[in-house]
């Protein structure tokens, strides 16, 4: 909907953990996913409740894989964080990308402290470390690669 780039960047702002740069990021894929319909590549699933989206995912193929799967960003609105709505949204896409014939899933976050609570999410849903590259996004801050098998 035209409304979704808005609602996302309210969504991504309200969690405090992303930078200007990143909250822009996840506007952007949405305007792009507005503007190319079904030839974009990036894929959106939304958890909504009547009219207000409390959250939702980005996905889409890893370009040349045979159901590899990237989720680019999972997020939940900060008024409904820790009401199990994320696990619903993780449940719900990793269902989604099963039946189109996804067979992984692969998630990539920051290894900073303030992202330890998405590391715990990632592993309560299932999710293994798969990679860890050292000082990848800064000096300090390394990039965790999380994957799944469905």
Not at 59 to 71: F, N, Q
Not at 85 to 109: A, F, P, S
């Amino acid at each position: 909907m035209p409304s979704d780039p808005g609602t996302i960047f309210r969504i991504v702002q309200s969690s405090g953990f992303f930078s200007t740069e990143e909250i822009a990021l996840a506007r952007e894929l949405a305007e792009e996913k507005l503007a190319q319909g079904s030839l974009c590549s990036y894929q959106f699933l939304f958890a909504e409740d009547k009219d207000r989206v409390l959250g939702y995912t980005c996905y889409g193929l890893i370009p040349a894989t045979c159901g590899s799967y990237d989720l680019y960003w999972i997020a939940v609105d900060e008024q409904f964080r820790s009401q199990g709505l994320g696990k619903e949204l993780m449940q719900k896409t990793e269902d989604v990308i099963r039946g189109i014939g996804g067979r992984r899933i692969y998630v990539e976050t920051s290894s900073r402290d303030q992202y330890k609570p998405t590391h715990r999410f990632y592993e309560s849903c299932g999710y293994q470390k798969e990679a860890f590259l050292k000082n990848f996004y800064a000096e300090g801050d390394s990039k965790i690669m999380y994957v799944k098998t469905l």
